[in-house]
């Protein structure tokens, strides 16, 4: 399709383990951005791609969290050692260009930690 | 600390009557806003948007005015259909600024 792709959809694992979420954006967006949304919260931004740079990765919640661009198209963002607070749903957005708006969202990876 | 500030999680209106959805900001360095629709399952759709130049931007049955001096948006929906259903999200940006900052989320039921 046109739209943003993630993959999976619903991913439902143990404390402790290691997750890997994927992000296909749109065709010829160069700008990504993770988001993540915990029940009754707003989206909260995590961090965010100009090419296969990420220019600021402050918005990640900790060192356990990291996130890849290759080939300025697919994104993984992965989770060491997960813990129950990492549940949410991950959204990621594309974007023409850095700054560009408005960003189109793909329906994200719902996370659940057992 | 959230700089974007939906304060009512939800509203009821009747088919055919406007919706108003609220939203106030904090950072007067925010200079772009944007509002999303969301259905369950699945990702934020972008509605419409504004920039801090304006003070009204229309498209359709949506409308978003801007008040820079009240650092308050709203977005009015006429008339509302069923569809309209969903959770909004109030949106915002710095210009030359990457990342958007997201309010809780209103939600919306049209009754008919």
């Known amino acids: 399709g046109a739209g943003v792709s993630q993959s999976p959809s619903n991913k439902v694992t143990e404390k402790g383990k290691d997750v890997e979420l994927r992000c296909d954006p749109i065709?010829?967006?160069?700008?990504l951005y993770w988001y993540r949304q915990s029940l009754g919260q707003g989206l909260e931004f995590l961090i965010y791609f100009q090419g296969n740079s990420a220019p600021d990765k402050s918005g990640l919640p900790s060192d356990r969290f990291s996130a890849e661009r290759t080939g300025g198209s697919v994104s993984t963002l992965t989770i060491q050692r997960t813990q129950q607070e990492d549940s949410a749903v991950y959204l990621c957005?594309?974007?023409?260009?850095?700054?560009?708006?408005?960003?189109?969202f793909g329906d994200g990876t719902r996370l659940s930690i057992l | 600390d959230q700089q974007v500030k939906q304060n009512s999680p939800s509203l009821s209106v009747q088919e055919g009557r406007i919706s108003i959805l609220n939203c106030d900001y904090t950072?007067?360095?925010?200079?772009?806003f944007l509002w999303y629709k969301k259905y369950p399952a699945e990702g934020p759709t972008f509605l419409i948007s504004i920039s801090s130049i304006k003070d009204k931007n229309e498209d359709g049955r949506f409308t978003v005015f801007l008040n820079k001096s009240a650092k308050h948006l709203s977005l009015h929906i006429v008339p509302s259909q069923p569809g309209d259903s969903a959770v909004y999200f109030c949106?915002?940006?710095?210009?030359?600024?990457?990342?958007?900052?997201f309010g809780a989320g209103t939600t919306v039921t049209v009754r008919a």
């Open positions: 950072n007067s360095m925010f200079d772009y």
């Open positions: 949106a915002a940006s710095e210009s030359e600024d990457y990342k958007l900052s």
């Open positions: 065709s010829g967006h160069t700008a």
């Open positions: 957005a594309s974007s023409l260009g850095w700054g560009s708006q408005p960003q189109h």
